[in-house]
């Protein structure tokens, strides 16, 4: 049985713009990486989505798209490596209000923290999840990661890894994630507003991010040219967003999926308080 | 008149020992005796053999009994496995049903006597079931009230109705009378009766959580610590707050850590392998200052080891699991209902220092149960620095104060947004390689713990003399009796308890041991933990011994005593 969350009333803000989300830490990351198109673009999501910076918790784990929550002016945790999902979920059920975004990497969503994507999208509690796939490694110096193509050459897997890569919406489709979508770093625009769709779902919403890692993967530049916009018809059947997405081209921007599965909740328990429970301890023969 | 005595039920799954042994326990805490009661179970999961041990007194009872007076067989399948931990001897008794064949040959063996008690056709003479037979048995043998019986089995099994309950009283009562004919002089002194607190360690680790305010609870299944999860779940919903089912032991902790990071007392609840895989991320709330409780129910280890079964060799982890210096607070709660009071208070500790704090309980703790005078102190609430007066480009979330305790607001809180961090940070939290901040934060959090009163938590000093036993945990029970009897034979004994394992009390062990001819350290682990913990830091003197001997056998106070005479 799917039960439903009671969030309390957000307040919600419209003078809010991208400057109000920007912090004053300079991010580490190389120049052209395709995660400054990310931050801006989550920078404007958030500023539509109206909530003030102290109510939105940003989550990550370790990685360099992982850096982000220092560079926006919400809450933030950069935990260990894997476990953003946990954390943020732990947080959000903790305060249903906060407005809580999990970012990372490929390396950090897919592999290292793999189970928690997966029981996070089955689990459906009410959290956005931006993945900024580079299929690649990119703060260790570029060893393949789950989303990297097989025959990618590397030091630590010279010709190849010899592994297909995996689809990480079809994974998301398969789990039982209520929103699924998949946006391009460099279309900042298109990517914020399927951002503020993603964060106003409700339930557990994924967004795979193609990000170019132009340090090691310069190749990926080419994705610009290469991405199909628009390509995507957005669906409320998970069949049809399976079929349309296994062995498609993943080279395709858009939501793929919008589902209706009540968000995570808790049932109901008849409140006690804690005499009623220091009381089933008690013997007492004159009772 | 006996002023103690040790009751065995056993019989094949599904018997009904453990009914039996409940039921039994619970008419003694009617009738104004105190008790522990141990369940052993076989490897199966489901079916297999099963016993109760049962030992009740007029006194409170610090341990498990070094032998057993009677032994109960509902039938010999398997019960022999259990021999080794049901000793025996001549004056012990074995009531068994000669129509279940020939008793196991390690009960034979030890000598105790051998009593025919037609259980199965006592039973269907009064259409009840043997357990209840055996109930009505132990109880005249022990010389206990039959309404205290009747009134336990209302409570027990009252909502089967009328009918089960008529049989069930028949049978005890037919029990009660073919023991009459039984050679044996085990009756109770009289009891007290009285209001009694009955629970178990577990029960009493959920109960402390609650009482020191956490509200978010997040574990895996594990053994033996699964039933401090299952008791606070329905509860934990019932005073506002939430617990989850994690996908694994690692998503455990990060909830909960994520959940202490949103303002709200949390905690996490494993055993040895599940703390191994916790590790990382106790790094991270040390380092990113995030309050958070751990318990750990000990059980045999390494690897898998025994499950089900009680020892002290996770005191290395807890002392120093997770790489880089990361100093933490490891308290031990000394008897069940010491894990109320010790885990309320590593509540407030966590909360008001920031930091993870463990409880180091164990299995013999967790899954005995017991019946005590309901415990009555309280450890007095402390809670988290949530305030500032800074905000904006002022606020700094690690910035130095006198207790090295800084502000810590939850996010929804305008102007103090701050990022936690498990990269070394400056005194805003901003990541920084630079050696000042390192330092200054390995600094920050090694004083704030070494500097801090914890007052009397630190441990328990009961006796006088120039022999001083210095023990923790589970093994202060039976050192405890150990050193009553030997007070009976004039040596003179100090038993130290130590709740609060790091840091290190020095004073007030120093305090403790001063003047001892002989200090000796009892632990049950194969390595002698808690000694090589306390001579490392010199809290002890270079000749204090070890007396450290691993599970899954139970320390016996007669073990110990034997040791120190």
Known sequence: ?287 | MRSSIAICFAGSGGAGAITAGSTFLQAAARAGYYGLMTKLSGAQVRGGEAAALVEIGVEPLDAQPDRFDVLIALDWDNVGKFAPEVPMDSASIVLADPAAGKPAEAIIATGARLVDFPLAQLASDVKGRGNMIALGAAAALAGIDSGAVEQSIRDLIGAKGEAAIAASLAAVAAGAEAAQSIDSDIRLRPGHPGRRWFGSGNEAIGLGALRGGVRFVAAYPITPATEITEWLAPRMGAVGGRAMLAEDEIAAINMAVGASFGGVPSMTVTSGPGLSLKVETIGLAISAEIPLVIVDVMRVGPSTGIPTKSDQGDLDLALTGTHGDAPRIVLAPMSIADCALTTERAVHLAEALQTPVFVLSDQSLGQTQTIIDEPTRRAEPMTRAMESDKSGADFRRYQPTADNVSPMPAPGVEGRQWVAEGLSHDEFGHPSNAARFHVAGLNKRRDKLENHDYGDIWGEVTGEGETVIVAFGSSVGPVKEAARRLREQDVAIKVVGLRLLAPIPKKQIADAIEGARRVIVVEQNHTGQLYRHLLGAKALPAEAESLARPGPAPFRPGEIAAHIA
């Open chain 1, 1 to 287: 049985m799917e039960l439903h969350l009671h969030e309390e009333a957000a307040c919600h803000r419209a003078d809010l713009t991208l400057k109000d989300f920007k912090s004053g830490v300079e991010p580490i990351w190389c120049p052209g990486c395709g995660d400054f198109g990310v931050l801006q673009a989550l920078q404007r999501a958030l500023a539509a989505n109206g909530r003030p910076p102290h109510e939105v918790a940003l989550v990550s784990g370790i990685g360099c798209s992982s850096r982000l929550p220092a560079y926006t002016s919400a809450y933030g945790f950069h935990g260990v490596h894997g476990r953003a999902l946990p954390v943020a979920t732990g947080l959000k059920l903790a305060r249903p209000e906060l407005e809580v975004v999990v970012v990372g990497g490929d390396g950090d969503g897919y592999s290292i923290g793999g189970n928690h994507f997966m029981h996070a999208c089955r689990r459906n509690v009410n959290l956005t999840y931006i993945v900024m796939d580079n299929r690649v490694y990119g703060m260790t110096k570029g060893q393949p990661s789950p989303t990297t193509e097989a025959d990618w050459d590397s030091d630590i897997a010279p010709g190849g890894v010899g592994v297909s890569p995996f689809s990480p919406v079809a994974i998301a489709l398969a789990a039982g994630a209520n929103f699924v979508a998949r946006g391009f770093a460099l279309d900042v625009k298109p990517l914020a507003d399927i951002l503020v769709a993603a964060m106003k779902h409700p339930g557990f919403s994924f967004v795979e991010v193609l990000s170019p890692c132009i340090t090691f993967r310069p190749e990926e530049m080419d994705w610009k040219k290469a991405i199909k916009r628009n390509a995507i018809q957005t669906t409320s059947d998970r069949k049809a967003a399976m079929a349309a997405v296994m062995g498609a081209d993943e080279l395709m921007s858009g939501i793929i999926f919008e589902g209706d599965r009540p968000a995570y909740g808790q049932a109901h328990v008849a409140p006690a308080g804690m005499a009623a429970i220091e009381g089933e301890f008690i013997v007492d023969p004159a009772a």
